[in-house]
């Protein structure tokens, strides 16, 4: 990333917004800043020195705070030794990312938003906090997710990729990132098979099966699981996985995340 982004998007110092115990572990949570945009870090006091980050991005109209409420992953972190880090889109109370071809406000203005994420994940790094990077968000947050292993300025390990669709050209940086796409069989907001969705976006989305061979053709190790039942929500998908696989959103994902 050019120098002039990390300095438009210089961080400010953490801000501590509490703890939760969990077993015989403190997971604290602290907010920071790059420019005027937060993000909640989420950080087990057993996990010293650089860890493995899982950066959380919302869908449209989310923020970072209720995406943490959405897809809580303070206890498997504190289980699997990561750091958790919920980024916040741009546009006030209407939230979005600039995904490329999608959505709202960040997509018209042409918001840098792989300049956010980079300025994000240095400012961790310079604080001794990252070996790895890796990623998880829904629905504008998961196209985020698909632009950001192909454009951005770190390599992704992996990525889950939820009720989402790659909705920006090409590909140069995918190559060897493990990605899950967990996509609900009945989404009528970005449809399986593509096309317009219920949704408030108005655009036309790529279908699972066109996003999914994108980033193979680019080199990335892609797996999909379609959810029986399942609509657009976080809540369905969640149902849907408790249900056909025994686990929760945030626990299967960070199994696959970390590598088993």
């Known amino acids: 990333m050019t120098g002039r982004f990390l300095r438009q998007y210089a961080a400010l110092a953490l801000i501590a917004m509490g703890s939760l115990s969990i077993g015989h572990t403190s997971v604290n949570a602290a907010e920071g800043k790059v ?9 087990p006091s057993q996990v010293q020195g650089p860890a493995p980050l899982i950066l959380a991005l919302h869908g449209g109209f989310g923020s970072a705070k209720s995406f943490q409420r959405a897809l809580p992953l303070e206890s498997s972190a504190a289980q699997k030794g990561f750091r958790a880090v919920y980024l916040e889109g741009s546009g006030g109370k209407a939230r979005s990312w600039n995904a ?35 990623m998880i968000g829904h629905s504008n947050g998961a196209m985020m997710i698909y632009r950001y292993i192909c454009e951005g300025g770190y390599k992704v390990s992996s990525a889950v990729i939820i009720s989402g669709s790659k909705m920006n050209k090409g590909c140069r940086k995918a190559a060897g990132t493990r990605t899950l796409i967990l996509h609900g069989a009945n989404d009528r907001n970005v ?16 279908s699972l099966d066109r996003s999914a061979k994108d980033l193979q053709a680019a080199g990335a190790n892609v797996s ?9 929500a976080m809540r369905g998908i969640d149902k849907s996985m408790r249900a056909n696989k025994g686990q929760s ?12």
Do not use: T
């Open 35 to 43: 420019g005027d945009r937060r993000y909640v870090l989420i950080d």
């Open 100 to 134: 490329g071809e999608c959505c709202g406000p960040a997509q018209k203005k042409n918001v840098n938003d792989l300049a956010y994420i980079d300025s994000v994940i240095s400012d961790l790094q310079k604080k001794g906090l990252v070996s790895s990077v890796h």
């Open 191 to 206: 449809p399986v098979n593509g096309g317009r969705g219920k949704g408030v976006s108005g655009v036309s989305f790529n």
């Open 224 to 232: 999909v699981m379609q959810l029986p039942g399942a609509e657009h």
């Open 249 to 260: 959103v945030p626990q299967f994902a960070a199994a696959f995340l970390l590598g088993g």
